[in-house]
């Protein structure tokens, strides 16, 4: 099953505004990372963020991380068409209380922003 | 330029046919993993490699078959007991097996389809 939960599904916006998407999941991890893909390509890593972590900066991109909750968010400021992706956030989950991985990432159904000119 | 590259970009495969998917990498990376993205989805996990002869199932390895013989090539066959193989097939790989915190590095993908 999918440890990743998105929210929304899709968004539209127009160039300038700010677009926020989250996500959620429901094991202990170690980091989550943030990716985009334009249609029909590869995913390109955005941001990774620990566990012991709150908050992370790259450029116009924003990740927060709340381990209570149990979810993520990731705002792009600012944004341009050229943003127009989708977005999908990843976990790497615990397997036990030592913090060991599984050694592989568990992907959300992703976001699929659409910034209008 | 290092990176990692799929061959064929598209593919078709006949009924009963086995197809292998081409995955190479010059990042001099340890873990590579292969995924499935369906229309609209996220990607799952079908086969992934921690180390040179050494590979795991991932979530959905049925009717899949790898091999890892050396660092750079990680080949994916998919076979014919493979009933719904049409997909969007992603390969990746990582410095480390992640749990390093280690960000994936993504090839740009190999379309499957049926005849």
């Known amino acids: 099953s999918q440890q990743g939960e998105e929210d929304p599904q899709a968004l539209s916006i127009q160039e300038g505004e700010n677009a926020t998407m989250n996500c959620s999941y429901k094991t202990s991890i170690n980091n989550l990372q943030w990716y985009r893909q334009n249609s029909g390509r590869g995913l390109v890593h955005l941001i990774l963020?620990?566990?012991?972590?709150r908050e992370k900066h790259s450029g116009r991109l924003r990740v927060t991380l709340d381990t209570s909750k149990k979810s993520s968010s990731l705002l792009i400021t600012a944004s341009r068409a050229a943003d127009t992706a989708s977005y999908f956030c990843a976990t790497d989950r615990m397997r036990d209380a030592g913090g060991t991985s599984y050694g592989k990432l568990t992907f959300g159904q992703g976001t699929i922003l659409t910034v209008h000119p | 330029d290092g990176g990692i590259t799929q061959s064929p970009k598209y593919l078709f495969r006949k009924e009963g046919q086995n197809v292998t998917l081409s995955c190479e990498q010059n990042l001099n990376h340890d873990a590579m993993y292969w995924y499935r993205q369906d229309p609209g989805q996220g990607l799952r996990l079908i086969y992934y490699s921690q180390i040179v002869n050494d590979f795991q199932k991932g979530d959905i390895a049925e009717g899949y078959s790898v091999s890892r013989e050396k660092k750079e090539s990680f080949p994916l066959t998919v076979t014919s007991a493979q009933k719904n193989p049409t997909a969007f097939y992603l390969c990746?790989?990582?410095?480390?097996?992640?749990?390093?915190?280690?960000?994936?590095?993504f090839g740009d993908g190999t379309r499957l389809s049926i005849l």
């Open positions: 990746a790989s990582s410095f480390t097996p992640t749990g390093s915190n280690q960000p994936q590095h």
């Open positions: 963020i620990r566990s012991n972590e």
